[in-house]
């Protein structure tokens, strides 16, 4: 039963983390799905639940009761479905029920748990989405589960559907920075950090390791002296997860849209079929975040991408 315990697991840290207690209104369903901005999971929210600001999913006005919405490995719902069948006797603390969705039969637990000094209500469901899975996780405050019962979060769990893709337009405006130019790349997928993003030419099904892709977004950390943007770009190209053998080709600071910045190549393998391929990554220093912006293709394609790579690059601003 490890699997649904990890499941349940993944709904205390993200309930916890993001949602706040407190009363709500209304237990019908809405008229129609809604997809959480920048997922593939939709559904149709209470009466009293509007889309979220500060998260992926829904929540009421007072920022009460919630409804969080995410995206997991695609192996993560074969998972629990096979831990559910090997726990035929019931051993596990937590029985998963099953719901039937639009999507695919979708597995869900309840638990009755104590945040802070509140006692709540926690659902946790996960359904099929075929190269990944949906997962929704909601949290009730005692003082509101007269209204929203376990009934009527139920409902709303059937009403469940996924898409196949998220708009271009709806992802990147979901960023903290502009991107201007996606240099034709076809897919823009949303990381789960969410304030970065892959551009891509493949998706989950065709993988990435024979691609062209970039991965672009901020990060909090950078050298507290000008004298070490060297040192830090090098260890922050060596760090880029999935490039093994790598070797350093280049690392000179640039000029980026008029700013401070540090370009890195570096040469490596990556993949199970250990696909030569060339990395770029551009640091553009701002205050207070770092902008990287990282370019990885096949090396026989390099000559084609690296134009690309650097037509997203120029085009990126700030909001």
């Given at each position: 039963?490890?699997?649904?315990?990890?499941?349940?697991?993944?709904?205390?840290?993200?309930?916890?983390?993001?949602?706040?207690?407190?009363?709500?209104?209304?237990?019908?369903?809405?008229?129609?799905?809604?997809?959480?901005?920048g997922t593939r999971v939709g559904l149709t929210p209470l009466v009293g639940l509007v889309p979220a600001k500060a998260f992926a999913g829904f929540e009421t006005e007072d920022h009460s009761?919630?409804?969080?919405?995410?995206?997991?490995?695609?192996?993560?719902?074969?998972?629990?479905?096979?831990?559910?069948?090997?726990?035929?006797?019931?051993t596990s603390s937590v029985h998963p029920s099953t719901i039937e969705t639009a999507a695919g039969t979708a597995y869900f637990t309840t638990e009755t748990a104590v945040n802070g000094a509140v006692s709540v209500r926690r659902y946790s469901m996960i359904i099929p989405g075929g190269t990944f899975s949906g997962y929704v996780a909601v949290e009730v405050p005692e003082n509101a589960g007269k209204?929203?019962?376990?009934?009527?979060?139920?409902?709303?769990?059937?009403?469940a559907v996924v898409r196949k893709e998220?708009?271009?337009?709806?992802?990147?405006?979901?960023?903290?920075?502009?991107?201007?130019?996606?240099?034709?790349?076809?897919?823009v997928r949303?990381?789960?950090?969410?304030a970065a993003a892959i551009l891509s030419d493949n998706d989950e099904t065709t993988g990435?390791?024979?691609?062209?892709?970039?991965?672009?977004?901020l990060i909090g950390s950078k050298p507290s002296q000008a004298d070490d943007r060297d040192r830090f770009?090098?260890?922050?190209?060596?760090?880029?997860?999935?490039?093994?053998?790598?070797?350093?080709?280049?690392?000179?600071?640039?000029?980026?849209?008029?700013?401070?910045?540090?370009?890195?190549?570096?040469?490596?393998?990556?993949?199970?079929?250990?696909?030569?391929?060339?990395v770029v990554q551009w640091l553009r220093f701002g205050n207070p975040a770092?902008?990287?912006?990282?370019?990885?293709?096949?090396?026989?394609?390099?000559?084609?991408?690296?134009?690309?790579f650097r037509a997203v690059r120029d085009g990126i601003q700030a909001r």
């Open positions: 039963m490890k699997s649904i315990r990890f499941l349940s697991a993944v709904a205390l840290l993200v309930v916890s983390l993001c949602l706040v207690l407190g009363l709500v209104v209304g237990p019908a369903l809405a008229a129609e799905p809604v997809f959480a901005p009761v919630k409804v969080l919405v995410a995206e997991l490995p695609a192996e993560a719902y074969g998972e629990v479905a096979k831990a559910l069948k090997s726990d035929a006797t019931g209204i929203y019962t376990d009934d009527a979060v139920r409902q709303m769990f059937a009403s998220v708009p271009v337009e709806e992802s990147l405006g979901l960023l903290p920075f502009k991107v201007s130019d996606t240099a034709d790349f076809k897919n949303l990381l789960p950090v969410g990435f390791d024979h691609s062209t892709f970039m991965i672009v977004g770009a090098q260890e922050m190209a060596r760090s880029i997860p999935g490039i093994r053998e790598a070797h350093l080709t280049m690392s000179e600071p640039v000029r980026i849209d008029s700013g401070p910045g540090y370009e890195t190549r570096l040469d490596g393998v990556s993949g199970k079929d250990n696909v030569p391929v060339t770092v902008m990287r912006i990282i370019g990885i293709a096949p090396r026989d394609q390099w000559e084609k991408a690296f134009p690309r």
